[in-house]
């Protein structure tokens, strides 16, 4: 299995400043339900802001949630062994100049706007690879996920990683993974994730992180 790295950067500009052309004068709260304070999931007002400001809005699994999101990197789709399950990177955006000044008069009138004004920008990593073969075996092989607040902190660990993953031989590695399988597959979920970044040598995972001031 092969893995490449695509050529798709993140947008340093951590805000948006349009204003939303809109013919309501406040937004109601379904515009805000469902709201993801710890990933990147973009609620309805977001993603009108989004559209307003010239970005591109991708599904994420399914069509309910909606995010900015580009691939990091790609394979050439083996039908057995290691493969890519997700390689993304994600953005979230804070609001600046017209677009926070059109969110805070409409706070006045629905007090759940605050939870958009009050967001930090956030950026982030998502690399998963699985493994699956003829024999049933099915694991995850590694899953490393990794958010900032910091356009310079995520910039730097995307350039760290950049050379790290593609410089591993997945197949290699998920069979010595695949004949230790007695010590992770009794772990829980965290603790799987921490034996597998300490297999590869490589900083524990940092994520979830709740993204209000």
Same mark, same amino acid.
């Given at each position: 299995?092969?893995?490449?790295?695509?050529?798709?950067?993140?947008?340093?500009?951590?805000?948006?400043?349009?204003?939303? #052309?809109? /013919?309501f004068e406040t937004p109601s709260i379904r515009w805000l339900e469902l709201f993801d304070q710890n990933g990147y999931d973009l609620c309805k007002l977001e993603q009108l802001f989004a559209m307003a400001n010239g970005v591109e809005l991708l599904d994420h699994r399914d069509d309910r949630h909606v995010v900015i999101r580009k691939d990091w990197f790609t394979d050439d789709k083996p039908e057995t062994g290691a493969h890519i399950n997700?390689?993304?990177?994600?953005? /979230? #955006?804070?609001? =600046? $100049?017209?677009a926070l000044k059109q969110l805070e008069t409409w706070a006045?009138?629905?007090?759940?706007i605050y939870k958009v004004i009050q967001m930090k920008p956030k950026w982030g990593l998502d690399f998963s690879i699985?493994?699956?073969? #003829?024999?049933?075996?099915?694991?995850?092989v590694l899953h490393w996920e990794w958010d900032s607040f910091s356009y310079e902190e995520i910039q730097a660990k =995307?350039? =760290?990683?950049? =050379?790290?993953?593609?410089?591993?031989?997945w197949q290699e590695s998920a069979l010595e993974i695949l004949n230790r399988k007695d010590e992770w597959?009794?772990? $829980?979920f965290f603790e799987q994730s921490e034996w597998k970044t300490n297999f590869f040598g490589i900083e524990k995972e940092q994520f979830k992180m709740v993204l209000w001031d």
């Open positions: 299995m092969r893995v490449t790295l695509t050529n798709e950067q993140f947008d340093s500009n951590p805000y948006w400043t349009e204003r939303v #052309k809109s /013919r997700h390689a993304v990177m994600f953005e /979230r #955006k804070g609001y =600046k $100049g017209d006045h009138g629905n007090n759940h699985d493994y699956v073969d #003829k024999d049933r075996n099915v694991f995850e =995307k350039d =760290k990683m950049d =050379k790290f993953l593609v410089s591993i031989d597959h009794h772990l $829980g």
